[in-house]
């Protein structure tokens, strides 16, 4: 079982570009759920999907979308990027939205 | 709203001595509750969980934690801490009539010196 993947590891972006994270599910989740951990902090969430739909949703603005596909993987994007988007984002996944969930390794975003 | 506090920011111990770091949260209803470890750069490791029942619960590594509803309290513990057990611990809590969003504290460092 390959667990929570993420992918990539780490990057680079430039202040007001896109960015794309992606997340495959551990084997047999359904359910994948982003959070923004910035340095020397906790996780915040972010949103969650479930059934390729936006369920909740944390505070976050309108440039953090996300998008969930047929196989359950997941993107998260974020547009018009902030030197203060830079952290840690890590996927979770579980069994519906109602069970545990389990993390990925994270993607190192650092916006320069 | 809801909220998680860590009181402690660095917790530094000897290899072998006991170990205890604090959790609080604020909630209407109780919550799940759960223990995670990062190892530096890393994801989240899930430790150990409280849904209901016995208020002692055990989990992985020789950790284990406490729910006490009075206080609002579920503070983790470990009999003798190994010099490996140095990472950051979050505690972090959930409502699932809200599904599994979780709402972390700020973590605690452990650092083990030998």
């Known amino acids: ?112 | 709203a809801q909220s998680v506090t860590q009181p402690d920011i660095h917790i530094t111990v000897s290899e072998g001595a006991s170990l205890e770091l604090r959790c609080n949260y604020s909630y209407g209803a109780t919550p799940y509750l759960f223990w995670y470890v990062q190892s530096p750069g890393q994801g989240l490791q899930l430790l150990l969980k409280y849904f209901s029942g016995d208020t002692l619960v055990q989990g992985i590594k020789g950790f284990e934690a406490e729910f006490k509803r009075s206080q609002s309290s579920f503070n983790l513990r470990k009999p003798s801490v190994h010099w490996s057990d140095a990472a950051e611990y979050f505690c972090a809590v959930a409502l699932m009539e809200y599904g599994n969003k979780l709402v972390f504290g700020a973590g605690t460092i452990l650092r083990v010196k030998s």
Do not use: M
Request: net charge negative; proline share 4%; hydrophobic share 30%.
């Open chain 1, 1 to 112: 079982d390959a667990g929570v993947t993420q992918s990539p590891t780490h990057l680079i972006k430039t202040r007001g570009q896109q960015v794309t994270l992606r997340c495959s599910p551990k084997s047999g989740h359904d359910t994948v759920s982003w959070y923004q951990q910035a340095l020397g902090q906790g996780p915040q969430f972010i949103f969650q999907y479930y059934e390729e739909e936006e369920r909740q949703r944390g505070n976050f603005p309108d440039r953090f979308s996300g998008h969930q596909f047929p196989n359950y993987s997941s993107e998260l994007n974020v547009n018009a990027l902030l030197l203060g988007d830079s952290a840690l984002y890590l996927c979770a996944s579980s069994l519906e939205v109602y069970t545990e969930a389990f993390f990925g390794q994270g993607t190192r975003l650092t916006v320069v």
